[in-house]
């Protein structure tokens, strides 16, 4: 049987006094995540893996947090590609900070970090500029 890797995680953006620009921000975020693949292509990144709230007091409050999930055959020995794709996401998308748990049945559990150098990034600044972090955690198997 192949190895199986879970990746989870959440996206946060930023709270503002702006009720106008929460909700541009948030609509652009939600046409985003549609514009994923779906369905039977396997990318590493699909739109089925993301979700978030939609409406202020249903798990809304100030701050949008997009979460996700998936579970990948060996998805570590690809890593650098999958960061690429997230990375790119990232680069689309109205955020702060992000977070993402690899947990490895070999390698153990990872996580990755990426926090904003100016505590909030928009899609029309093109290139990120954020600090990123690892963590590790041992392996399963000791």
């Known amino acids: 049987m192949e190895s199986e890797s879970i990746v989870y995680g959440c996206i946060r953006d930023w709270p503002s006094p702006d009720d106008q620009e929460l909700r541009l921000r948030r609509d652009h975020n939600h ?8 369905g039977e292509a396997w990318p590493f990144l699909g739109r089925e893996m993301f979700a978030c709230c939609e409406q202020p007091g249903a798990g809304l409050f100030q ?3 997009i979460h996700f999930g ?10 650098n590609l999958w960061v690429g794709e997230f990375e ?9 900070s992000a977070v993402v748990h690899l947990e ?5 559990i990872h996580t990755f970090r ?6 909030f990034h928009g899609p029309e600044e093109g290139n990120l500029r ?4 690892w963590e590790r955690e041992g392996g399963v198997n000791g």
């Open 104 to 108: 490895t049945e070999l390698n153990g």
């Open 130 to 133: 954020v600090r990123c972090a």
């Open 70 to 79: 998936a579970s990948y055959p060996a998805v570590e020995y690809e890593w």
């Open 63 to 65: 701050t949008q947090v």
């Open 114 to 119: 990426w926090e904003s150098e100016q505590g």
């Open 31 to 38: 046409r985003v995540l549609d514009s994923l693949s779906r």
């Open 88 to 96: 790119a996401l990232l680069r689309r998308l109205y955020w702060s």
